[in-house]
């Protein structure tokens, strides 16, 4: 049985925020993708402290297909180790789930 995952990463760029959104969902990887608000990130960088401002993008998709959008945003993110985050989705409904499914099921379109 399929089950729902959140995969997130982020970005400091807010173009390539809404790029990488917007391009998970068009080649189905994503049923959804959501663009947090812009935030500050701190973080290590070449063993220097740094903060900036940043966007956090989530992915909804299905277990089964987080491998293919790992890559396809690895191939497509600004940074050399992007952060990646896979959380489960616990306690979704059987029809939010058939509709992951259905939205990420390559070569497959909704209505």
């Known amino acids: 049985m399929a089950s729902i995952v959140i995969a997130q990463t982020t970005v400091i760029d807010e173009a390539k925020a809404y790029e990488i959104a917007q391009g998970a969902v ?13 935030m500050t990130l701190f973080h290590w960088h070449n063993g220097r402290m740094r903060h900036e401002r940043g966007y956090r993008v989530f992915f909804t998709t299905t277990a089964e297909r987080v491998a293919d959008l790992e890559a396809w945003v690895r191939e ?3 940074y050399d180790v992007p952060q990646w985050i896979v959380l489960p989705a616990a306690g979704t409904t059987e029809g939010y789930l058939a509709r992951v499914v259905q939205e990420t099921a390559s070569g497959r379109h909704s209505s």
């Not at 068009?26 to 812009?38: F, K, Q, Y």
């Open 26 to 38: 068009e080649a189905r990887l994503s049923a959804a993708a959501d663009v947090e608000a812009r």
């Open 76 to 78: 497509r993110h600004p």
